[in-house]
């Protein structure tokens, strides 16, 4: 039970960033507005309860001696796959602090960043949070508490991955995965090969059709050379 909850905190921990990531990319471009930095902080909250909600289930079950061989490999699998997560919102926090200075809300916008991202992202925040809709107020210095706010929560996910790393000591390297390496490309490659082999075979290695109009092709060639080198002869 203690793997399907942590599975399922992963999984929820993955949706979250992978949102919160793509909140990001849009600041500074046309889509950029206090809508969402509002939806990015939300976002970027939710993705740290759920670390922690993640991390503390993890962390019991591979400090226990008594854990089988088979089902702590699982679990280190799921502990190299949170730290990852943790690590790919730690550098998006630090983007968004970064993106954030550079293009203030409420002073003389620089020229925007080209992003390719236009419109509003309320859609996929409300999806990562769970929620139907997100209603916002404007406040004047909200971009400039937030950001206030967002070193120190820089800080608190820079601790938590320290704290990881002493209590439990996993390396990467060590973890084996369950798939070979490259197993989605040799699978698409597998698929697509697959594809060919079935035309091949079922045109056959030399198509008749093809074969004889290569034939008759031939005997015509032939004929008017043959033609041509008697006219030669007779003038």
Same mark, same amino acid.
């Given at each position: 039970?203690?793997?399907?909850?942590?599975?399922?905190?992963?999984? =929820?921990?993955?949706?979250?960033?992978?949102?919160? &990531?793509?909140?990001? *990319? +849009?600041?500074?471009?046309?889509?950029?507005?206090?809508?969402?930095?509002?939806?990015?902080?939300?976002?970027?909250?939710?993705?740290?309860?759920?670390?922690?909600?993640?991390?503390?289930?993890?962390?019991? =079950?591979?400090?226990?001696?008594?854990?089988?061989?088979?089902?702590?490999?699982?679990?280190?699998? #799921?502990?190299?796959?949170?730290?990852?997560? @943790?690590?790919?919102?730690?550098?998006?926090?630090?983007?968004?602090?970064?993106?954030?200075?550079?293009?203030? *809300?409420?002073?003389?916008?620089?020229?925007? !960043?080209? +992003?390719? !991202?236009?419109?509003?992202?309320?859609?996929? /925040? /409300?999806?990562? #949070?769970? =929620?139907?809709? @997100?209603?916002?107020?404007?406040?004047?210095?909200?971009?400039?508490?937030?950001?206030?706010?967002?070193?120190? $929560?820089? #800080?608190?996910?820079?601790?938590?991955? &320290?704290?990881?790393?002493?209590?439990?000591?996993?390396?990467?390297?060590?973890?084996?995965?369950?798939?070979?390496?490259?197993? $989605?490309?040799?699978?698409?490659?597998?698929?697509?090969?697959?594809?060919?082999?079935?035309?091949? $075979?079922? +045109?056959?290695?030399?198509?008749?059709?093809?074969?004889?109009?290569?034939?008759?092709?031939? =005997?015509? *060639?032939?004929?008017?050379?043959?033609?041509?080198?008697?006219? /030669?002869?007779?003038?």
């Amino acid at each position: 039970m203690a793997r399907e909850e942590c599975k399922a905190l992963l999984d =929820a921990l993955n949706k979250a960033t992978a949102c919160y &990531h793509h909140l990001v *990319l +849009t600041v500074g471009g046309s889509a950029d507005s206090q809508n969402l930095r509002e939806e990015m902080q939300k976002t970027r909250q939710k993705a740290q309860e759920l670390a922690v909600a993640t991390g503390a289930p993890l962390t019991t =079950a591979l400090r226990n001696k008594g854990l089988g061989a088979e089902e702590r490999a699982e679990f280190e699998r #799921l502990w190299v796959s949170f730290s990852g997560c @943790l690590d790919l919102l730690e550098a998006d926090m630090r983007r968004a602090l970064a993106l954030g200075t550079a293009f203030s *809300l409420h002073v003389p916008r620089r020229p925007l !960043v080209r +992003t390719g !991202v236009e419109g509003g992202a309320a859609a996929v /925040a /409300a999806r990562a #949070l769970s =929620a139907r809709s @997100l209603r916002h107020e404007a406040e004047r210095d909200f971009d400039v508490d937030d950001l206030r706010e967002l070193e120190r $929560e820089i #800080l608190q996910v820079g601790k938590m991955i &320290h704290d990881m790393e002493v209590k439990v000591n996993v390396p990467r390297w060590t973890v084996q995965s369950r798939q070979a390496a490259g197993a $989605e490309l040799l699978s698409s490659a597998g698929v697509s090969s697959a594809g060919f082999v079935s035309t091949e $075979e079922r +045109t056959g290695p030399c198509d008749p059709s093809k074969a004889l109009a290569a034939t008759v092709f031939s =005997a015509v *060639l032939l004929a008017a050379v043959a033609l041509v080198v008697c006219v /030669a002869k007779l003038s």
